[in-house]
Protein backbone atom coordinates (compact mmCIF):
# COMPACT_ATOMS: atom_id res chain seq x y z
CA UNK A 1 0.00 0.00 0.00
CA UNK A 2 1.36 3.25 -0.69
CA UNK A 3 1.45 4.46 3.04
CA UNK A 4 2.49 7.98 2.37
CA UNK A 5 -1.09 8.62 1.37
CA UNK A 6 -2.26 7.85 4.77
CA UNK A 7 0.78 9.94 6.26
CA UNK A 8 -0.02 13.17 4.04
CA UNK A 9 -3.68 12.76 5.63
CA UNK A 10 -2.44 12.39 8.91
CA UNK A 11 -0.06 15.15 8.71
CA UNK A 12 -3.36 17.43 8.09
CA UNK A 13 -5.74 16.06 10.37
CA UNK A 14 -4.51 14.31 13.77
CA UNK A 15 -0.86 15.32 15.33
CA UNK A 16 1.45 12.02 15.18
CA UNK A 17 1.39 10.74 18.70
CA UNK A 18 1.94 7.36 20.05
CA UNK A 19 -0.64 4.81 19.81
CA UNK A 20 -3.10 3.84 22.53
CA UNK A 21 -1.43 0.25 22.57
CA UNK A 22 -1.92 -3.29 22.91
CA UNK A 23 -5.84 -3.38 23.19
CA UNK A 24 -6.35 -1.96 19.44
CA UNK A 25 -3.91 -3.70 18.37
CA UNK A 26 -5.96 -6.95 19.41
CA UNK A 27 -9.16 -6.11 17.88
CA UNK A 28 -7.53 -5.28 14.68
CA UNK A 29 -6.15 -8.91 14.67
CA UNK A 30 -9.52 -10.16 15.51
CA UNK A 31 -11.04 -8.43 12.43
CA UNK A 32 -7.69 -9.59 10.13
CA UNK A 33 -9.12 -13.01 11.58
CA UNK A 34 -12.58 -12.32 10.55
CA UNK A 35 -13.52 -13.25 14.83
CA UNK A 36 -16.51 -10.98 15.22
CA UNK A 37 -15.99 -7.65 16.75
CA UNK A 38 -17.89 -7.12 20.23
CA UNK A 39 -20.26 -3.98 20.37
CA UNK A 40 -17.04 -2.60 22.76
CA UNK A 41 -14.85 -3.37 20.04
CA UNK A 42 -16.24 -0.93 17.44
CA UNK A 43 -17.14 2.13 19.10
CA UNK A 44 -13.36 1.77 20.35
CA UNK A 45 -12.73 1.58 16.80
CA UNK A 46 -14.76 4.83 16.46
CA UNK A 47 -12.71 6.83 19.27
CA UNK A 48 -9.54 6.29 17.99
CA UNK A 49 -7.44 9.41 18.45
CA UNK A 50 -3.79 8.83 17.26
CA UNK A 51 -2.42 9.02 14.11
CA UNK A 52 -0.51 5.46 14.32
CA UNK A 53 -3.89 4.18 15.33
CA UNK A 54 -5.42 5.55 12.35
CA UNK A 55 -2.98 4.22 10.08
CA UNK A 56 -2.84 0.65 11.35
CA UNK A 57 -7.08 0.99 11.11
CA UNK A 58 -6.50 1.44 7.29
CA UNK A 59 -3.80 -0.46 6.97
CA UNK A 60 -5.50 -3.29 8.34
CA UNK A 61 -9.14 -2.09 6.56
CA UNK A 62 -7.23 -2.03 2.92
CA UNK A 63 -5.58 -5.71 3.62
CA UNK A 64 -8.59 -7.03 4.21
CA UNK A 65 -10.65 -5.48 1.12
CA UNK A 66 -7.47 -6.76 -0.66
CA UNK A 67 -7.18 -10.34 0.84
CA UNK A 68 -11.09 -10.57 -0.65
CA UNK A 69 -11.65 -8.52 -4.06
CA UNK A 70 -8.76 -6.14 -5.32
CA UNK A 71 -10.79 -4.90 -8.25
CA UNK A 72 -12.53 -2.27 -7.61
CA UNK A 73 -16.43 -1.17 -9.27
CA UNK A 74 -17.53 1.26 -11.05
CA UNK A 75 -21.28 2.81 -11.04
CA UNK A 76 -22.46 5.22 -12.93
CA UNK A 77 -25.79 6.79 -12.64
CA UNK A 78 -29.14 7.56 -14.49
CA UNK A 79 -31.18 10.33 -11.80
CA UNK A 80 -35.12 9.49 -13.85
CA UNK A 81 -37.13 12.63 -11.63
CA UNK A 82 -36.63 15.03 -9.17
CA UNK A 83 -40.33 15.31 -8.53
CA UNK A 84 -40.97 14.33 -5.35
CA UNK A 85 -43.98 13.47 -2.96
CA UNK A 86 -42.53 13.35 0.17
CA UNK A 87 -43.61 16.45 2.53
CA UNK A 88 -42.22 18.17 4.09
CA UNK A 89 -38.72 17.48 2.30
CA UNK A 90 -35.51 16.31 4.21
CA UNK A 91 -34.27 18.56 5.29
CA UNK A 92 -30.55 18.00 3.79
CA UNK A 93 -32.02 17.30 0.01
CA UNK A 94 -30.82 19.04 -2.75
CA UNK A 95 -32.37 16.87 -5.06
CA UNK A 96 -35.97 17.09 -4.99
CA UNK A 97 -36.95 20.01 -7.59
CA UNK A 98 -36.95 23.57 -5.94
CA UNK A 99 -34.97 22.84 -3.08
CA UNK A 100 -31.83 23.91 -4.02
CA UNK A 101 -29.97 26.73 -6.70
CA UNK A 102 -27.08 24.20 -6.22
CA UNK A 103 -29.19 21.08 -7.43
CA UNK A 104 -31.06 20.20 -10.45
CA UNK A 105 -33.88 23.44 -9.11
CA UNK A 106 -36.29 23.09 -11.96
CA UNK A 107 -38.66 19.77 -12.16
CA UNK A 108 -37.24 16.68 -14.50
CA UNK A 109 -39.21 13.28 -15.43
CA UNK A 110 -36.88 10.95 -17.96
CA UNK A 111 -38.28 9.90 -20.83
CA UNK A 112 -37.54 6.74 -21.98
CA UNK A 113 -35.19 7.63 -24.58
CA UNK A 114 -33.31 10.05 -22.11
CA UNK A 115 -32.96 6.97 -19.99
CA UNK A 116 -32.00 4.38 -23.04
CA UNK A 117 -29.22 7.12 -23.84
CA UNK A 118 -28.01 7.82 -20.65
CA UNK A 119 -27.41 4.08 -20.16
CA UNK A 120 -25.97 3.40 -23.82
CA UNK A 121 -23.54 5.87 -23.04
CA UNK A 122 -22.69 4.22 -19.42
CA UNK A 123 -22.39 0.84 -21.18
CA UNK A 124 -19.88 1.75 -24.09
CA UNK A 125 -17.38 3.78 -21.65
CA UNK A 126 -16.71 0.20 -20.19
CA UNK A 127 -18.53 1.39 -16.51
CA UNK A 128 -19.80 -2.00 -15.82
CA UNK A 129 -23.22 -1.09 -13.50
CA UNK A 130 -25.60 1.76 -13.41
CA UNK A 131 -27.66 2.84 -10.38
CA UNK A 132 -30.78 4.40 -11.73
CA UNK A 133 -32.37 6.39 -8.89
CA UNK A 134 -35.25 8.88 -8.21
CA UNK A 135 -37.72 10.50 -6.14
CA UNK A 136 -40.69 9.43 -3.72
CA UNK A 137 -44.50 9.32 -5.23
CA UNK A 138 -44.73 6.52 -8.03
CA UNK A 139 -45.00 3.58 -6.00
CA UNK A 140 -42.03 1.83 -8.41
CA UNK A 141 -43.45 2.62 -11.10
CA UNK A 142 -40.52 4.93 -12.43
CA UNK A 143 -38.12 1.90 -11.22
CA UNK A 144 -39.70 -0.78 -12.61
CA UNK A 145 -39.95 1.01 -15.85
CA UNK A 146 -36.24 2.10 -15.56
CA UNK A 147 -35.27 -1.58 -15.33
CA UNK A 148 -36.91 -2.79 -18.06
CA UNK A 149 -35.18 -0.10 -20.61
CA UNK A 150 -31.25 -1.25 -18.74
CA UNK A 151 -32.06 -4.70 -18.99
CA UNK A 152 -33.47 -4.89 -22.32
CA UNK A 153 -31.18 -2.71 -23.88
CA UNK A 154 -27.93 -3.51 -22.33
CA UNK A 155 -25.98 -6.04 -19.84
CA UNK A 156 -24.84 -3.32 -17.26
CA UNK A 157 -25.26 -4.89 -13.97
CA UNK A 158 -28.65 -2.34 -12.27
CA UNK A 159 -28.92 -0.76 -8.95
CA UNK A 160 -32.25 0.47 -8.40
CA UNK A 161 -32.59 3.15 -5.74
CA UNK A 162 -36.05 5.07 -5.44
CA UNK A 163 -36.01 4.47 -0.96
CA UNK A 164 -38.99 3.55 0.43
CA UNK A 165 -40.72 4.13 -2.86
CA UNK A 166 -41.45 0.36 -3.32
CA UNK A 167 -44.06 -2.15 -2.85
CA UNK A 168 -44.05 -5.80 -2.89
CA UNK A 169 -45.38 -5.49 -6.69
CA UNK A 170 -42.79 -3.27 -7.74
CA UNK A 171 -40.08 -5.22 -6.50
CA UNK A 172 -41.41 -8.80 -7.60
CA UNK A 173 -41.26 -6.52 -10.90
CA UNK A 174 -38.15 -5.68 -10.61
CA UNK A 175 -36.77 -9.00 -9.95
CA UNK A 176 -38.57 -10.36 -12.86
CA UNK A 177 -36.31 -7.43 -14.55
CA UNK A 178 -33.70 -9.27 -13.24
CA UNK A 179 -32.59 -6.02 -11.02
CA UNK A 180 -28.86 -6.95 -9.27
CA UNK A 181 -29.71 -4.92 -6.59
CA UNK A 182 -32.28 -2.67 -4.49
CA UNK A 183 -30.98 0.15 -2.36
CA UNK A 184 -32.93 1.96 0.30
CA UNK A 185 -30.56 3.64 2.72
CA UNK A 186 -31.77 4.30 6.27
CA UNK A 187 -28.89 6.75 6.71
CA UNK A 188 -29.23 6.77 10.40
CA UNK A 189 -31.18 4.45 12.74
CA UNK A 190 -31.06 7.26 15.35
CA UNK A 191 -35.49 7.22 15.61
CA UNK A 192 -35.61 11.34 17.08
CA UNK A 193 -32.96 12.18 14.47
CA UNK A 194 -34.40 10.67 11.73
CA UNK A 195 -37.91 12.32 12.59
CA UNK A 196 -36.31 15.50 12.77
CA UNK A 197 -33.87 15.28 9.34
CA UNK A 198 -36.56 13.87 7.48
CA UNK A 199 -40.04 14.82 9.20
CA UNK A 200 -42.26 13.61 5.49
CA UNK A 201 -41.13 9.71 5.91
CA UNK A 202 -40.95 7.18 8.86
CA UNK A 203 -37.90 5.25 9.58
CA UNK A 204 -39.79 2.13 9.51
CA UNK A 205 -41.24 2.04 5.90
CA UNK A 206 -37.48 2.36 5.04
CA UNK A 207 -36.28 -0.90 7.39
CA UNK A 208 -39.91 -2.38 6.20
CA UNK A 209 -38.34 -2.17 2.24
CA UNK A 210 -35.23 -3.29 3.39
CA UNK A 211 -36.60 -6.68 5.14
CA UNK A 212 -38.90 -7.02 1.56
CA UNK A 213 -35.80 -6.69 -0.56
CA UNK A 214 -33.73 -8.92 1.20
CA UNK A 215 -37.00 -11.51 2.02
CA UNK A 216 -37.59 -11.69 -1.71
CA UNK A 217 -33.72 -12.94 -2.11
CA UNK A 218 -32.73 -10.14 -4.07
CA UNK A 219 -29.74 -8.11 -3.16
CA UNK A 220 -30.22 -5.51 -0.97
CA UNK A 221 -27.92 -2.19 -0.73
CA UNK A 222 -28.34 0.16 2.65
CA UNK A 223 -26.06 2.61 3.69
CA UNK A 224 -25.46 5.29 6.09
CA UNK A 225 -25.13 9.15 5.93
CA UNK A 226 -22.90 10.11 8.01
CA UNK A 227 -22.20 13.92 9.86
CA UNK A 228 -25.84 14.72 10.25
CA UNK A 229 -25.26 14.46 14.41
CA UNK A 230 -25.73 11.21 14.81
CA UNK A 231 -22.73 9.84 17.90
CA UNK A 232 -20.43 7.08 17.12
CA UNK A 233 -22.85 4.58 19.50
CA UNK A 234 -25.47 5.47 16.64
CA UNK A 235 -23.44 4.28 13.83
CA UNK A 236 -21.89 1.51 15.42
CA UNK A 237 -25.79 0.53 16.34
CA UNK A 238 -26.77 0.92 12.29
CA UNK A 239 -24.11 -1.35 11.43
CA UNK A 240 -24.98 -3.90 13.76
CA UNK A 241 -28.81 -3.28 12.43
CA UNK A 242 -27.96 -3.69 8.80
CA UNK A 243 -25.87 -7.79 9.86
CA UNK A 244 -30.16 -8.81 10.29
CA UNK A 245 -30.34 -8.35 6.87
CA UNK A 246 -29.71 -11.71 4.93
CA UNK A 247 -29.15 -10.62 1.36
CA UNK A 248 -27.52 -7.42 2.36
CA UNK A 249 -24.51 -7.10 -0.18
CA UNK A 250 -23.87 -3.66 -0.25
CA UNK A 251 -23.12 -0.40 1.88
CA UNK A 252 -22.84 2.79 1.05
CA UNK A 253 -20.87 5.34 3.48
CA UNK A 254 -22.20 8.89 2.43
CA UNK A 255 -20.64 11.93 4.17
CA UNK A 256 -23.09 15.25 4.54
CA UNK A 257 -22.50 17.87 2.68
CA UNK A 258 -24.58 20.84 3.13
CA UNK A 259 -26.60 21.85 -0.10
CA UNK A 260 -27.35 25.69 -0.21
CA UNK A 261 -30.69 27.49 0.62
CA UNK A 262 -31.79 23.91 2.48
CA UNK A 263 -32.80 24.19 6.27
CA UNK A 264 -28.83 22.38 6.69
CA UNK A 265 -27.26 24.87 4.40
CA UNK A 266 -25.18 25.66 7.47
CA UNK A 267 -24.56 22.46 8.99
CA UNK A 268 -21.21 21.43 8.96
CA UNK A 269 -19.88 18.86 6.35
CA UNK A 270 -18.57 15.61 7.27
CA UNK A 271 -14.93 15.13 7.75
CA UNK A 272 -13.12 13.29 4.96
CA UNK A 273 -11.15 11.63 8.63
CA UNK A 274 -14.94 10.58 9.72
CA UNK A 275 -15.56 9.13 6.12
CA UNK A 276 -12.61 7.04 6.05
CA UNK A 277 -12.94 6.07 9.47
CA UNK A 278 -16.11 4.69 9.52
CA UNK A 279 -16.01 3.23 5.53
CA UNK A 280 -12.71 1.05 7.33
CA UNK A 281 -15.13 0.21 10.29
CA UNK A 282 -17.62 -1.00 7.56
CA UNK A 283 -15.22 -3.04 5.82
CA UNK A 284 -13.50 -4.92 9.10
CA UNK A 285 -17.02 -5.63 10.25
CA UNK A 286 -18.21 -7.01 6.69
CA UNK A 287 -15.35 -8.26 4.99
CA UNK A 288 -17.44 -9.83 1.95
CA UNK A 289 -20.36 -7.18 1.52
CA UNK A 290 -19.01 -4.27 -1.32
CA UNK A 291 -18.88 -0.60 0.31
CA UNK A 292 -19.73 1.99 -1.48
CA UNK A 293 -18.74 5.79 -1.92
CA UNK A 294 -20.46 7.86 -4.51
CA UNK A 295 -18.26 10.55 -5.59
CA UNK A 296 -20.44 13.64 -4.83
CA UNK A 297 -20.60 12.63 -1.36
CA UNK A 298 -16.98 12.62 -0.72
CA UNK A 299 -15.96 15.18 -3.24
CA UNK A 300 -14.22 13.98 -6.40
CA UNK A 301 -10.60 14.94 -5.14
CA UNK A 302 -11.04 12.60 -2.29
CA UNK A 303 -11.73 9.50 -4.33
CA UNK A 304 -8.10 7.66 -3.64
CA UNK A 305 -9.00 8.37 0.04
CA UNK A 306 -12.14 5.97 -0.02
CA UNK A 307 -9.98 3.23 -1.43
CA UNK A 308 -7.31 3.80 1.27
CA UNK A 309 -10.07 2.87 3.96
CA UNK A 310 -11.47 -0.09 2.21
CA UNK A 311 -14.33 0.42 -0.27
CA UNK A 312 -15.09 -1.38 -3.50
CA UNK A 313 -17.01 0.54 -5.13
CA UNK A 314 -17.10 3.85 -6.20
CA UNK A 315 -20.65 5.51 -7.56
CA UNK A 316 -21.59 8.17 -9.77
CA UNK A 317 -19.32 7.96 -11.71
CA UNK A 318 -19.63 9.93 -15.25
CA UNK A 319 -18.24 9.52 -18.58
CA UNK A 320 -16.84 12.43 -20.56
CA UNK A 321 -20.15 12.22 -23.02
CA UNK A 322 -22.99 11.38 -21.01
CA UNK A 323 -25.95 13.12 -22.34
CA UNK A 324 -27.59 14.76 -19.39
CA UNK A 325 -26.56 17.44 -16.76
CA UNK A 326 -25.63 15.48 -13.53
CA UNK A 327 -25.89 16.85 -10.52
CA UNK A 328 -24.66 14.12 -7.65
CA UNK A 329 -27.48 13.58 -4.66
CA UNK A 330 -25.38 14.66 -1.30
CA UNK A 331 -23.74 17.29 -3.62
CA UNK A 332 -23.07 19.02 -6.71
CA UNK A 333 -20.15 17.67 -8.08
CA UNK A 334 -19.47 14.19 -9.33
CA UNK A 335 -16.75 12.05 -10.70
CA UNK A 336 -15.28 12.53 -13.91
CA UNK A 337 -14.73 8.82 -15.52
CA UNK A 338 -11.18 9.40 -16.29
CA UNK A 339 -10.20 11.00 -13.57
CA UNK A 340 -11.58 7.97 -11.11
CA UNK A 341 -9.62 5.13 -13.12
CA UNK A 342 -6.51 7.58 -12.66
CA UNK A 343 -6.81 7.60 -9.11
CA UNK A 344 -7.74 3.41 -9.21
CA UNK A 345 -4.54 3.14 -11.53
CA UNK A 346 -2.30 5.18 -9.28
CA UNK A 347 -3.05 2.88 -6.07
CA UNK A 348 -2.00 0.12 -8.22
CA UNK A 349 -5.58 -1.39 -7.98
CA UNK A 350 -7.37 -3.41 -10.74
CA UNK A 351 -10.53 -2.11 -12.11
CA UNK A 352 -13.52 -4.96 -12.55
CA UNK A 353 -14.41 -4.97 -16.04
S1 LIG B 1 -34.01 13.16 0.10
FE1 LIG B 1 -35.22 11.90 -1.34
S2 LIG B 1 -37.14 11.48 -0.25
FE2 LIG B 1 -36.18 13.24 0.81
S3 LIG B 1 -37.11 15.02 -0.18
FE3 LIG B 1 -35.18 14.56 -1.25
S4 LIG B 1 -35.78 13.29 -3.02
FE4 LIG B 1 -37.50 13.30 -1.56
Do not use: W
Request: hydrophobic fraction near 35%.
Amino acid sequence: MNISNIKLIMSISYSIQQSQGVKLRNILKKATNEDKLEKSDILRLFKIKYAEDFMDLMQTAYNLRNSKNNSIKLTSTVHLTNICQVTPKCKYCGFAAKTSLGGYYYPFFKKDHEILDAVKCVEQSGIPRVSCSGAHGYNGAQATNAARIVKENTSLELLVNVGADLNRTALKELSRYKTDTVCCNLETINQKLFNELKPGEKLQDRVKVCEMVSNLGIELSSGLLIGLGESYQDRVNHLLFLKKFPHLGEIPIMGFNPYKNTPMENHPPCSLMEQMKTIAITRLMFPDVRITVPTPTIGPGNVKYSLIAGADNIATVIPENYPADVKGVGSPSYGNLKDVIGVVQELGLKLES
